[in-house]
C-alpha cells in the first residue's frame, strides 16, 4: 500500500475538523453525533476514528486550533498590536464568522461542564491575555494590566454573543467606540525624533 503524504492526512484532518464545527455550530455539542460528523464530511467512519478516537477529542482539537490562531496579540510593535486587536473585533461582525460565532458560544457552554474544553478554553484566553497584559503595562502603566485586559477581552465575548443573539448589532459603532475609548485610556506613543 503506498504512502500517503503528509498533506493528504492535514486536509483529511481539515476536512473533518470543518465538518465537525459546521454540525456544532447548527445543532449543538449534545446533538451531534460522530456519525453526524461522519455524515457532513463524506469521509468514511473508519478514517474518522483514526484521527479521533470521539467527540470530545474533536471539540478539543478545534478549540486547540482557536489558541494558535490568537497568538497574534502576543508580537510586534505596540500600535500594530492594538490594531490587531481592534481588527479582531471587527471579524465579529463579518458574514463569514456567523459559524464561528455560534460555535464559540456552544464551546464556552462546553467549558462549563468538561474540564478538558474548559481547560483549552482557558488557555485561549490566558494566552492572549498575557500579552494584552504585556502590552497594556507597556502603555498605560497606571492601570491594573490584568484586569484591564479582562475587560478587554470581556469586549470582544460580549460583542460576540450579543452578535450571536441579535444581527442587527452595529459592529463597527462598537469598534470605534472601542476604539475611542482605548486612546483615552492609552494615548499614542509620541512620534520618535530622529537624531
Not at 453526524?36 to 478545534?62: C, P
Not at 456567523?98 to 458560544?105: F, I, M, P
Request: aromatic share 8%; charged share 25%; glycine share 6%.
Amino acid at each position: 500500500m503506498p504512502k500517503v503524504s503528509d498533506e493528504y492526512l492535514a486536509a483529511r484532518r481539515r476536512q473533518i475538523l470543518d465538518a465537525a464545527a459546521a454540525c456544532f455550530a447548527r445543532d449543538g455539542f449534545h446533538r451531534t453525533s460522530m456519525q453526524d460528523i461522519v455524515r457532513e464530511s463524506g469521509i468514511s467512519a473508519g478514517l474518522v476514528y483514526r484521527y479521533f478516537a470521539g467527540k470530545d477529542d474533536v471539540i478539543a482539537a478545534i478549540v486547540a486550533e482557536w489558541h494558535d490562531q490568537r497568538q497574534v496579540f502576543a508580537t510586534g510593535p505596540a500600535d500594530q498590536r492594538v490594531a490587531a486587536y481592534l481588527d479582531y473585533l471587527r471579524s465579529v461582525g463579518a458574514p463569514e464568522s456567523a459559524e464561528r460565532l455560534r460555535l464559540s458560544v456552544q464551546i464556552w457552554a462546553e467549558a462549563v461542564r468538561n474540564p478538558r474544553v474548559r481547560e483549552l478554553s482557558r488557555r485561549n484566553v490566558d494566552g492572549p491575555r498575557a500579552a494584552v497584559a504585556a502590552l497594556i503595562e507597556q502603555l498605560a502603566p497606571g492601570f491594573d494590566p490584568d484586569a484591564l485586559a479582562r475587560i478587554l477581552i470581556a469586549l470582544y465575548q460580549g460583542l460576540l454573543v450579543q452578535t450571536v443573539w441579535d444581527e442587527t448589532v452595529d459592529n463597527e459603532a462598537y469598534v470605534g467606540t472601542v476604539a475611542a475609548m482605548l486612546a483615552v485610556l492609552i494615548p499614542p506613543a509620541p512620534p520618535s525624533v530622529p537624531r
